[in-house]
C-alpha cells in the first residue's frame, strides 16, 4: 500500500519498525473525528498578510492593494518619500516628512489661546486640514500650507496664527472630540461627547445628520473605511468599548468591550 493509498494526498505517512501512522501535511489540519486532513485557511487568522491574503492549497499568497508595493514582506504605499506627516499638538499643527531623514518639523497652523485640538484629518481631494475644538464647541478648517518643496526659508518659519481659518455653520456642539474625512462622499463625520453623538455633513456643514444616539456614554475617537461603507469609533464612558457600524448609521456592531478601559484612540 502506498502513501497516498493510506494516508491521502494531504498527509504522509510515517513509519516506525512497530507501527505506521499519517500526519498531516504542512498547510493541512487533521479533521475532527475522521482520518483525513484539511487545508488550513491561513488567511482567517489575524495578521498573516500586511494587505491581501489569497488562500491556497496547502498555503497562501500575500499581495498588495492599488498604489502600494510589496517590500520586506510589507506593503509601502508607491511614492512614500512624497508624503507628509501632520501633528496635532494642543493649540498647533505641525508637518514632518516621516520617510525623509533629514526632514524638520514645519509649521502648518498656529492657533490663539483659545484653540484646543483635539483631533484633525487631512481631506487630500480637497487639500484642506480639518480638526475639532473642544474648548469653544467648534469644528474648523483651513487650506493646506504649500510643502517644504514649494516654501522658502522665510515663509518656513512662518508663524500663520488663525490665517484662513473657517469654522462649520453647525449649532449646537458641544464638546467634539474625533473627526473622520470620508474623501470618497466628500462628508465629514465627528463624534460630540457632550450631548453623546455620532454625526455627519458636508464639508462646509450643509445637511447634517445624527447617525447615532443612545446607548453611548462618552464617544471620542472615529474613523471612516469608505470604500467598505464602515465606520468605527471608541466610547470611554461607563461601559468602555470600541463600536463600529455601517456609515448611515445602520448594521450598529460592539467590536471589543471586555478588558477594555479607557479607549480614546
Known amino acids: 500500500m502506498t502513501n497516498t493509498t493510506m494516508c491521502g494526498d494531504e498527509a504522509q505517512c510515517i513509519q516506525s519498525r512497530s507501527t505506521s501512522y499519517c500526519t498531516c501535511r504542512r498547510g493541512f489540519q487533521k479533521v475532527p473525528d475522521k482520518n483525513s486532513c484539511q487545508d488550513i485557511n491561513e488567511c482567517l487568522r489575524f495578521g498573516t498578510c500586511s494587505q491581501l491574503c489569497n488562500n491556497t492549497k496547502g498555503s497562501h499568497v500575500c499581495s498588495c492593494a492599488k498604489n502600494f508595493m510589496k517590500t520586506d514582506n510589507m506593503c509601502k504605499a508607491e511614492g512614500s518619500e512624497h508624503q507628509i506627516l501632520y501633528i496635532a499638538d494642543d493649540n498647533k499643527i505641525r508637518s514632518m516628512y516621516p520617510f525623509n ?68 455653520n453647525i449649532s449646537g456642539l458641544k464638546m467634539p472630540r474625533g473627526i473622520a474625512i470620508d474623501w470618497v462622499a466628500g462628508n465629514v463625520y465627528w463624534t460630540d461627547s457632550g450631548r453623546d453623538v455620532i454625526e455627519v455633513a458636508q464639508m462646509k456643514g450643509e445637511n447634517r445628520k445624527t447617525l447615532i444616539s443612545g446607548m453611548i456614554d462618552e464617544p471620542h475617537a472615529i474613523v471612516v473605511d469608505p470604500l467598505r461603507g464602515t465606520m468605527y469609533w471608541s466610547d470611554w464612558g461607563n461601559h468602555p468599548k470600541i463600536e463600529t457600524a455601517a456609515m448611515d448609521g445602520t448594521l450598529r456592531e460592539t467590536l471589543v468591550q471586555d478588558n477594555i478601559q479607557w479607549p480614546t484612540g
Do not use: C
Open 101 to 168: 531623514p533629514n526632514s524638520a518639523y514645519e509649521p502648518a497652523f498656529q492657533g490663539d489661546e483659545n484653540v484646543r485640538i483635539d483631533a484633525m484629518d487631512i481631506y487630500v481631494k480637497g487639500n484642506k486640514i480639518y480638526w475639532t475644538n473642544w474648548h469653544t464647541g467648534k469644528i474648523s478648517y483651513r487650506e493646506l500650507p504649500a510643502s517644504s518643496a514649494a516654501s522658502t526659508a522665510s515663509n518656513r518659519n512662518r508663524r500663520q496664527i488663525d490665517g484662513g481659518v473657517t469654522h462649520l
